[in-house]
């Protein structure tokens, strides 16, 4: 019984792993609901411990995108803005630059969750108008947003935890100063690995860009002012880190608060509700109690390292540990052990455990909302060709991180 939930979640990255080779009608959501379940049933962990190891606040976040997003798409509003932003663009490949670093920099300061429940409906709507694969603008997305999210404090949840309790002064400008230059490095390194590996599928065409309409502009101005909330919130949650950070508030109430006006006083409210993408929040509910279970155990604690010392080490736990137990956890748990002379460890911390989302596609939340929310528009993001495109991508990047840490030491 002690070892069951380390089998289960063998189980669940096996199935996940499998279920287009061998066909199995299973969703994501739905392997690791069963995951979940089965370690309750079998009383290896107990249902009020299960409902504690929920995130409520993570849970709370992506309700709160998940309205916004979803109310940006079914207005009209992302799509006729993603037009004008996008329709002076000419070739495939400077599309692709595009949505690489578009992705980067908006999940640097709206965090990388919210960059990709925005960015999904916007990279198939370009696969399909410009005839390009959607896998192709949909791993350009999740790299994007990946990769972009590393140089920044707010860029993704386990930043934040190092910048809140890593002892670092001034968290954006150590983490710019820190982590700026070998992120634009990696992003380019990311469309170079992306034009390799999609040469046959990028044609050389001139794109023509259709028109876009705003559906319903009632819902579009709500959405827009939603939007306005969001990007307020975060600039004065940034300015709050520098001067008040005691007054900083969580992030939960930056979405809760963007997503008011569209719940409060939008009439089609219950069509939003009934639109935004349930499984994926089914998904993270089950993904945390399945991780509490194996957490649990103390088997996984045991394998960390007690002192790691080197770049080397922390680099490795971060990017192979948030293949088991997620990014947030693992930092969690490896802060304590740092030392605080060594803030190029802690730098080694963010990269290492953010760019796992490069390696397969339960290495980061954001890369799981980019999945689900591609199948439910009819898209399919399969875990081997990420692999196999993620994991060449994965090493370039932590040879570029390494060696900048290396030369900053």
């Not at 009020?48 to 709370?60: M, S």
């Not at 996008?86 to 949505?99: F, H, K, M």
């Not at 990311?190 to 065409?205: C, D, K, N, Q, S």
Request: proline residues 6%; hydrophobic residues 60%; glycine residues 8%.
């Amino acid at each position: 019984m002690d070892h069951l939930p380390l089998w289960t979640l063998g189980g669940v990255l096996a199935l996940i792993a499998a279920r287009n080779l061998a066909r199995i009608p299973l969703a994501i959501w739905q392997i690791m609901g069963l995951g979940a379940l089965l370690v309750l049933l079998t009383g290896a962990i107990a249902p009020q411990t299960a409902w504690q190891a929920i995130d409520w606040e993570v849970i709370g976040f992506l309700f709160g995108v998940f309205v916004l997003g979803h109310a940006l798409v079914e207005s009209g509003w992302l799509g006729a803005m993603s037009a004008r932003l996008l329709g002076r663009i000419t070739g495939a490949d400077t599309l692709l630059i595009a949505v690489i670093f578009a992705a980067a920099i908006g999940s640097a300061f709206l965090m990388n969750d919210t960059l990709a429940v925005i960015g999904t409906p916007i990279a198939l709507a370009l696969a399909r108008d410009h005839r390009l694969p959607p896998a192709l603008l949909l791993l350009a997305l999740a790299f994007g947003v990946t990769i972009g999210s590393v140089m920044s404090p707010i860029g993704n949840p386990q930043n934040l935890l190092i910048a809140l309790h890593g002892g670092i002064q001034n968290p954006f400008v150590d983490f710019m100063h820190a982590l700026g230059p070998p992120t634009l490095l990696n992003l380019l390194i990311a469309y170079t690995v992306l034009r390799l590996a999609f040469w046959r599928h990028i044609h050389g065409e001139t794109l023509v860009h259709l028109p876009a309409i705003i559906d319903n502009p009632q819902l579009a101005r709500l959405a827009s002012l939603s939007l306005g909330l969001l990007v307020l919130m975060v600039a004065v949650r940034i300015a709050l880190s520098f001067v008040a950070p005691q007054l900083a508030f969580p992030l939960v109430v930056i979405a809760l608060v963007a997503a008011a006006p569209l719940l409060l006083f939008s009439p089609h409210r219950v069509a939003l509700l009934r639109g935004i993408d349930w499984h994926t929040l089914v998904f993270f509910a089950a993904m945390f109690i399945l991780m509490r279970s194996v957490w649990d155990t103390g088997l996984l604690q045991s394998w960390i390292p007690a002192d790691p010392i080197g770049l080397g080490e922390v680099f490795g736990a971060g990017v192979l540990g948030s293949q088991l137990v997620s990014n947030v956890p693992l930092v969690s748990l490896a802060l304590p052990l740092l030392p605080p002379e060594r803030p190029d460890l802690l730098m080694a911390l963010a990269a290492g455990s953010t760019i796992a989302g490069n390696l397969t596609l339960i290495g980061a939340a954001s890369n799981i909302i980019i999945v689900q929310a591609a199948e439910r528009r009819g898209a399919h993001l399969g875990f081997w060709i990420f692999f196999a495109v993620g994991a060449p991508l994965t090493l370039l990047n932590l040879a570029v991180y390494w060696a900048w840490l290396g030369m900053m030491a």
